[in-house]
C-alpha cells in the first residue's frame, strides 16, 4: 500500500496495486496479468475491475477449480488485501468487480490537499519533458472553428503534464512553408511595389488576400508561372524573397495571438520552414538504414500493413507533409530530448501519424513497446458540427472564423448580464471581463465535455445555458462558494486545518 510520503493522486493507479495482489493470489500461475481498472459508468460504484472475462478465457480448460467469470470476480474480490481506499465491493455481470471508495479515505485526501496544496494531487509520472503539438494554423489563413478542439484540447492536455511537473514545450507547427507561399508573395509584390506599403491596415483580411491571390493563380497563367518561380526563390534564400514571406508570417502570427490571448493559451511556434533545413539529414538517415526505397520515380518508406507507402521525396524532387514530420520528430526527439510528442490534430489524420510513427519505431527513434518512452501520440478528436448535422459554417458556406465564434460567445454573454441588471451594478470594465470570462469558458467547456472522438453539434443555446452540465453553471456554482465564505466570516485557512 502507499504510505503517506507517496503521491497517492492518481486513484486509478493506487486501485491497480491492490487489485494486482488480489490476482496474484487467485491465479498465481498467470504471470502475464495486468490489473484492469476503469471508471464505473454505472450506478454500483465508482471504479470497476474488469479482468474476470479476459482470464477465464486464459485458465479454462488448464484443470481450473473456476465455472466461469462471475466465480473468477469473486475470488477477486474475495482474494482483496485491506485497504482503506475501498468502503465496499460488489460483482456483477461475467465478473465485474465495482468498487465503492471510502468517504473517509476521499475526505482525509481532500483534507491534505487543502492543507498542503492542490500540486500534492499531481499524479507522478516516468517522463520528464514532454512536446505537446496542437493548433497549428496555416499562415495567411485565419483561424477557424475547426482550430477551436486542437486548441482547447491541446492547451488541456499541457496543463495536465504541467501539473504533473513533466517540462512541457508547447509547439505551434503552423503551415508555413510551402507552394502556396510563391503565390502570396508575387500578389504581394504586385499589389505593393513598394514593399514598405504593404502593412496589416494596407493587405486588410489576409483570408481575402488569400482567395485573391488564389484566383490570380488559378486563372491567370502567366502569374501562375510567377508565382512558382517564386516558391524556388523563396527556398533558394533570395532576400527579398524571404523579406516578403515574414511579412506575410508576421500579420498572420498578430492576427493568431489575438485568438490566444483570449483563450489565455500559451504557444511557441516553431513552423514548418524551422525544421526544413533538417530534411535532407534526416532523409539520408533512414536511406543509409536501408528504410528508403524508389516507387514510381518518388523516395517511400513502406509501412507493414498499409497499402500506401509513406512518400518522404516526391517524384519532382520536392518535400511534403511526412518529410517536414520526420525532420520535426527526429528534432524534438535528439535535439529537444522530449520523451514524449504528442499531436493534436483531427481524427482524420490518424493514418498519417501512425504511418510516421511506424517509420520512426524502424529507424529506432521511438520505442517498439507504447508503454515505454521515448514514445509518440496522436491525440484525435472529431468534427465541429452545425444543426443540419454537418460541418459547422456560415450562411454563405464558409467555415466559421474562430474570432467570430468568440465574438458571439461573448455579446451573447454580455446580453445576458445586461438582461439581469448587472449594468447598473458593475463599471464597464468588470462587465466586460466577467462577459469574456463566461463566454471564452463556455466555449472551452462546451468542446471538452462532449466526447473527443466523435463529432458535436454546436449550439450557443446549449453552451450558454446556466442549467445542467455547463461552464456557466460551474462559473455559479464557484461564485456561490465564494460568497458563502465571504460571509461566513471564518478565517478559511483556520478551517482547512481543524475541520
Not at 142 to 159: C, F, K, P, Q, W
Request: with cysteine; glycine share 8%; charged share 30%.
Amino acid at each position: 500500500m502507499a504510505t503517506e510520503e507517496e503521491n497517492t493522486g492518481n486513484v486509478k493507479r493506487e486501485l491497480e496495486k491492490v487489485f494486482d495482489l488480489a490476482l496474484k493470489a487467485t491465479v498465481p500461475n498467470e504471470t502475464d496479468v495486468r490489473p484492469l481498472i476503469a471508471a464505473c459508468t454505472a450506478k454500483f460504484g465508482d471504479y470497476q475491475c474488469n479482468n474476470a472475462m479476459g482470464l477465464w478465457s486464459k485458465i479454462k480448460g488448464k484443470g481450473t477449480e473456476f465455472k466461469g467469470p462471475q466465480p473468477v470476480g469473486q475470488a477477486i474480490m474475495k482474494n482483496l488485501p485491506p485497504s482503506e481506499m475501498i468502503e465496499s465491493c460488489s460483482v456483477a455481470g461475467p465478473g465485474f468487480v465495482n468498487v465503492v471508495l471510502s468517504k473517509n479515505w476521499m475526505a482525509k485526501n481532500i483534507q491534505k490537499m487543502l492543507v498542503d496544496g492542490i500540486e500534492t494531487w499531481a499524479p507522478k509520472l516516468r517522463v520528464k519533458k514532454a512536446v505537446v503539438d496542437f493548433s497549428s494554423p496555416n499562415i495567411a489563413k485565419e483561424m477557424h472553428v475547426g482550430h477551436l478542439r486542437s486548441t482547447i484540447i491541446g492547451d488541456s492536455l499541457a496543463r495536465m503534464l504541467e501539473f504533473s511537473n513533466v517540462e512541457v514545450l508547447r509547439r505551434n507547427h503552423v503551415g508555413d512553408w510551402g507552394t502556396q507561399f510563391g503565390m502570396l508573395i508575387e500578389y504581394l509584390f504586385e499589389k505593393f511595389p513598394n514593399s514598405e506599403d504593404a502593412n496589416e491596415t494596407a493587405i486588410g483580411e489576409l483570408q481575402e488576400f488569400y482567395r485573391r491571390s488564389k484566383n490570380r493563380f488559378d486563372s491567370d497563367p502567366a502569374f501562375k508561372e510567377r508565382a512558382q518561380q517564386a516558391v524556388v526563390r523563396l527556398q533558394s534564400g533570395e532576400p527579398k524573397y524571404h523579406e516578403a514571406w515574414a511579412q506575410i508570417c508576421e500579420i498572420s502570427r498578430k492576427e493568431f495571438d489575438k485568438v490566444y490571448k483570449r483563450l489565455r493559451v500559451d504557444l511557441e511556434e516553431k513552423g514548418e520552414s524551422f525544421y526544413n533545413p533538417y530534411i535532407p539529414g534526416v532523409i539520408d538517415e533512414l536511406s543509409k538504414q536501408g528504410l528508403v526505397e524508389e516507387s514510381q520515380g518518388a523516395r517511400v518508406i513502406f509501412i507493414e500493413g498499409v497499402n500506401i507507402p509513406l512518400i518522404i521525396v516526391k517524384s519532382d524532387g520536392g518535400f511534403n507533409y511526412a518529410s517536414t514530420d520526420l525532420a520535426a520528430l527526429w528534432y524534438r526527439l535528439n535535439e529537444e530530448k522530449a520523451e514524449w510528442i504528442i499531436y493534436v490534430t483531427d481524427v482524420g489524420q490518424q493514418l498519417h501519424f501512425d504511418m510516421v510513427f511506424s517509420a520512426a519505431k524502424r529507424a529506432g527513434w521511438l520505442s517498439a513497446d507504447d508503454s515505454t518512452y521515448p514514445k509518440a501520440s496522436h491525440v484525435g478528436f472529431g468534427l465541429v458540427l452545425g444543426e443540419d448535422g454537418k460541418r459547422l459554417r456560415t450562411r454563405f458556406s464558409e467555415v466559421v472564423r474562430l474570432v467570430d465564434l468568440l465574438d458571439e460567445a461573448k455579446n451573447r454573454s454580455k446580453a445576458v448580464l445586461i438582461e439581469r441588471g448587472k449594468d447598473k451594478e458593475w463599471t464597464e470594465e468588470e462587465l466586460e471581463q466577467t462577459a469574456e470570462a463566461v463566454g471564452y469558458g463556455a466555449a472551452k467547456y462546451f468542446d471538452l465535455k462532449n466526447n473527443r472522438l466523435t463529432n458535436y453539434t454546436f449550439s450557443f443555446d446549449q453552451m450558454l445555458n446556466d442549467k445542467g452540465n455547463t461552464a456557466v453553471y460551474l462559473l455559479y456554482a464557484h461564485a456561490r462558494i465564494c460568497s458563502i465564505i465571504r460571509k461566513s466570516g471564518k478565517d478559511i485557512e483556520e478551517l482547512k486545518k481543524h475541520d
